[in-house]
């Protein structure tokens, strides 16, 4: 098959889950013996690094990336609540990309058109006028959830409010959206259900991400007995979360385990992490490589407070044999039984009781690790999870 995959983020290199989770796609697609073409937005936040990507990577998928420029505008945000649109997909569309999009559609006939993300569904228009391709949505989370749980975590009311408005025209959106694809993808089973909630009548298949496992190798040697948090620090989510973390559970944390220290890492770090000073965090910023930073602690906590989707850094860490203590909003679409392969904490009170319960029972926390180790290996391996998506393809062909 031959299939143009449309990006809202470089997927390479990958820097962040999403880009993980596109490149793995495109990675699995080509080994299986496909054809992927690659057509990406980059933006201010996720700049396109050619001079970083290998020649045999560029010439296989023909990459080209053009610049959107997505940063929030007053006046634009302000019009559409006159016009009514969703301001946060339309700052996805550009002329140049579509311009970009239409010559090579009038260039080369594609049998998938796959688009990563609800952000590059405004290209539908154009999609439909040059090519006969089956256009599939690749689902990696539902936005408008997202918004509504910040919304209702917001105190501010006018704040809040807008968060409403905001969420309310996405789901608006996303209703209307599905109905123009040919199939969606989705990443989680609880998406699945949401997107069967909503009436979708469109061919559903729910496929996690997965992962190369022959990368994702934890040392002999024991990590260092730590706390860490790993994840783009630009994403909403993950700053309400930490913020969360360090103001309601670090300090008792920090009472009961003084010595003990939390490791923050992650891209766009902002200041009011950087400089702060909570005792014994550090913060660490971008690290070269997460695979070598997560196989040098043990205690892998995500406290996401509003999400959808999958965590891919969940599953990394599992995959390398890491304890995850997360919400149950932050561990959506894995399935894991608590506490055999992760620990599920909601309060502060429950974080702490996990954090004491690995720290004071290693024998347990190590077995804890290798069972994590192993539903990676029985369902988040890249390998069986593009064949499904191949078999999903093919279906809709026939």
Known sequence: ????????????????????????????LMQAGHEVRLLTIYTHKHDFELENLSKKYIESTKIQGVHVDTRVNLVDAFSSLITQDSYNISRFFSADFD??????????????IHLESLFMTPYIATIRRFSEAKVV??????????WERVAQGTKNPAKRAYLKYLSKKLKDYELDVITQMDGIASISKEDAENYRSLGLKKPLVNIPFGIDLEKYQAPDEAPEAALFHLGAMDWRPNIEGVLWFLDEVWPKVHHAHPKLKFYLAGRHMPKELTESDYPNVEIIGEVPSAIDFMNSKQIMVVPLLSAGGIRVKIIEGMALKKNVISTSIGAEGINAQNPHDLHL??????????????????????????????????????KVLTQQLVDFYKDLLS
């Open 99 to 112: 311009i970009k999009l239409s010559q090579i559609l009038k260039k080369e006939n594609f049998d998938i």
């Open 1 to 28: 098959m031959k299939i143009l995959q449309l990006c809202h983020k470089p997927p390479a290199p990958p820097k962040d889950g999403g880009c993980i989770a596109m490149n793995n796609i495109t990675a699995g």
């Open 137 to 146: 949505l690749r689902s990696h989370n539902l936005e408008y959830i997202i």
């Open 345 to 382: 904490a909601e309060s502060p009170e429950d974080f702490v009781q996990a954090i004491n319960h690995l720290l004071q029972n290693p024998d347990a926390a190590k077995e804890q690790g290798l069972a994590a180790r192993k539903i990676v290996e029985e369902r988040f391996d890249n």
